[in-house]
């Protein structure tokens, strides 16, 4: 079952714009992860916040993160053509290398050049 | 060294079949997951292996669905007499033992995804 709902569902923006989605999340959770898909292709981390942090930064990405709604927020600054992708969230119950994690439906991302 | 690494990429195969997928994740990382991921879905945990104790299969659909990782490194994903429903992209991830340093405790939580493989059963 997937635990986290994206949204929206699809975003198309113009390339130097910013970019924000959103996901919800069922449960507690240890830390909640942003990956990026692209087409025909595995899934790359592209940040992580624990759920003791409230905002995170890295490079054009932020992620902010509110337990009491059990939501998130990933902001790409600037966005690219090459930003093109399906965005994941995914929460992980538990700290470590053997937390399985809990994938949303992802959202896709399309940057008109 | 190099990423995560699945085979085939593409796999067709006929309702009934038998079929086996390949996994080799980065050398010394110690954890492995598999996912499945539907067409336009998120990817949903099947199984996971700590070396080669497999730890938690409560994933795995049906015991159609077998996996294994003998030595501790590569792993195979199989699935007996196919069905059309288990058409989806599996996805194998691995990663680090958690670290004791701060930097290190982050490296443990990230997974790192191969490029799938994609079963098509007609």
């Known amino acids: 079952s997937q635990q986290g709902e994206e949204d929206p569902q699809a975003l198309s923006i113009q390339e130097g714009e910013n970019a924000t989605m959103n996901c919800s999340y069922k449960t507690s959770i240890n830390n909640l992860q942003w990956y990026r898909q692209n087409s025909g292709r595995g899934l790359v981390h592209l940040i992580l916040?624990?759920?003791?942090?409230r905002e995170k930064h890295s490079g054009r990405l932020r992620v902010t993160l509110d337990t009491s709604k059990k939501s998130s927020s990933l902001l790409i600054t600037a966005s690219r053509a090459a930003d093109t992708a399906s965005y994941f969230c995914?929460?992980?119950?538990?700290?470590?290398?053997?937390?399985?994690?809990?994938f949303g439906k992802g959202i896709t991302l399309s940057v008109r050049p | 060294g190099a990423g995560v690494s699945q085979s085939p990429r593409y796999k067709v195969a006929k309702r009934g079949q038998d079929v086996a997928l390949r996994c080799d994740p980065i050398s010394g990382h110690v954890s492995l997951f598999w996912y499945q991921q539907a067409l336009g879905q998120g990817p949903e945990f099947l199984t996971y292996?700590?070396?080669?104790?497999?730890?938690?299969k409560s994933g795995l659909p049906s015991d159609r669905f077998f996996a294994e990782r003998p030595e501790g490194s590569v792993s195979t994903l199989k699935i007996q007499r196919t069905q059309k429903e288990d058409s989806a992209v599996y996805l194998c991830a691995s990663s680090f033992r958690t670290g004791w340093t701060a930097s290190g405790r982050d490296r443990g939580n990230i997974q790192y995804f191969g490029a799938g493989t994609r079963l098509s059963v007609l």
């Open positions: 292996f700590q070396n080669e104790a497999q730890l938690d």
């Open positions: 916040i624990r759920s003791n942090e």
């Open positions: 995914a929460t992980a119950q538990e700290a470590g290398a053997n937390s399985k994690l809990t």
